[in-house]
T-cell receptor, first 114, second 111 residues
Framework: NAGVTQTPKFRVLKTGQSMTLLCAQDMNHEYMYWYRQDPGMGLRLIHYSVGEGTTAKGEVPDGYNVSRLKKQNFLLGLESAAPSQTSVYFC?????????????FGPGTRLTVL | GQQVMQIPQYQHVQEGEDFTTYCNSSTTLSNIQWYKQRPGGHPVFLIQLVKSGEVKKQKRLTFQFGEAKKNSSLHITATQTTDVGTYFCAGPTSGTYKYIFGTGTRLKVLA
């Protein structure tokens, strides 16, 4: 049981390049989330999904796209990377809301855009 | 939009001293969660509070949810070096599955 995994762990991009971050979970969770973490800013929600085939915008969705073609995977795409997207990206998943819907986080992807 | 603020932003304490971080929401929350993130690590769930005025304890950690369900606190008694990290609160936005995280309180414990 690996929990939530993210690939890659590190990446350096040049401005204008594109890339996809992959998140996978093996806990059969319905909900999945993408956050970015910047110093002094806490965790900010980019996009989230409440089930396979569905996605929704979070607090800071501009410049990102997501897809949830399979229940266990949630992909985050950067179409044209900008230096402002330099950040640590965390994926998380949780069960459908109930008594407890704790979020399980992946180890993160550290992205630098030059 | 909904905001969740935490104070203080940083706290340095001597080992053995107590520590408290406060979380304030601009709107009433149906529940509040607390997470801990060790340096270089990822956030790990600590607890969820649901009821107005609820108090829960986990060993040296005491969590409170305010009567109006707009604020919460985490108190650590007799801090240890293992308590080092950033503590975040998170509350759901009304009617959605989105959680808004506070800015976090970074705790440093000096041995």
């Amino acid at each position: 049981n690996a929990g939530v995994t993210q690939t890659p762990k590190f990446r350096v991009l040049k401005t204008g390049q594109s890339m996809t971050l992959l998140c996978a979970q093996d806990m059969n969770h319905e909900y999945m989330y993408w956050y970015r973490q910047d110093p002094g800013m806490g965790l900010r929600l980019i996009h989230y999904s409440v089930g396979e085939g569905t996605t929704a915008k979070g607090e800071v969705p501009d410049g990102y796209n997501v897809s949830r073609l399979k229940k266990q995977n949630f992909l985050l795409g950067l179409e044209s990377a900008a230096p402002s997207q330099t950040s640590v990206y965390f994926c998380a998943s949780s069960h459908r809301q109930g008594a407890y819907n704790e979020q399980f986080f992946g180890p993160g992807t550290r992205l630098t855009v030059l | 939009g909904q905001q969740v603020m935490q104070i203080p932003q940083y706290q340095h304490v001597q080992e053995g001293e107590d520590f408290t971080t406060y979380c304030n929401s601009s709107t009433t929350l149906s529940n509040i969660q607390w997470y801990k993130q060790r340096p270089g690590g990822h956030p790990v769930f600590l607890i969820q509070l649901v009821k107005s005025g609820e108090v829960k304890k986990q060993k040296r950690l005491t969590f409170q949810f305010g009567e109006a369900k707009k604020n919460s606190s985490l108190h650590i008694t007799a801090t240890q070096t293992t308590d080092v990290g950033t503590y975040f609160c998170a509350g759901p936005t009304s009617g959605t599955y989105k959680y808004i995280f506070g800015t976090g309180t970074r705790l440093k414990v000096l041995a």
